[in-house]
């Protein structure tokens, strides 16, 4: 097994071509780990999330890392990991224009959750405790490695 480093551009371009990845971060000082659904565009990742521990944790300390990798078999492999940081992007003055790219990015996808569900501020009255968080990852370093059976 032959295993050597990824370009950046090899690294983005599984970023890009995937959409589920795992989430690494602190929550109450120990580790977590939770799968997540995400787009990358523009150098950055776009996601949502309903509130709870994650969205908790990632307020509390913004770093953050991804993982991403693609199995073929124990000899081939790929695996790009991110480190970065949380930006949400909240409905308001402030981020409404990167609010609605997330959102416009999102609900185009077809195994986006309930695209239809969620309603941007001045279209229906929002119900705080039920609406998904949007947020960026701006992306600190970009590794990655793959394995090859030569």
Not at 23 to 32: E, F, N, S
Not at 117 to 124: D, F, L, W
Request: include cysteine; proline fraction near 8%.
């Amino acid at each position: 097994m032959n295993v050597q480093e990824m370009t950046t551009p090899e690294c983005q371009a599984m970023l890009e071509a995937n959409s589920i990845c795992h989430l690494g971060c602190i929550a109450a000082g120990k580790p977590y780990i939770v799968p997540l659904q995400y787009i990358y565009r523009g150098g950055m990742l776009y996601a949502f999330s309903m509130p709870g521990k994650k969205i908790e944790s990632l307020r509390a300390d913004p770093h953050l890392c991804l993982q991403l990798d693609q199995v073929e078999t124990k000899q081939e492999w790929q695996s790009v990991l991110v480190e970065g940081r949380y930006q949400e992007l909240p409905d308001d003055e402030k981020w409404h224009g990167e609010h609605m790219y997330a959102w416009s990015l999102l609900q185009k996808k077809n195994d986006w959750w309930e695209p239809g569900a969620y309603k941007p501020a001045g279209m229906e009255p929002p119900k705080p405790a039920s609406l998904p968080v949007f947020f960026t990852i701006e992306i600190e370093t970009l590794s990655g490695r793959r394995a090859r059976n030569d």
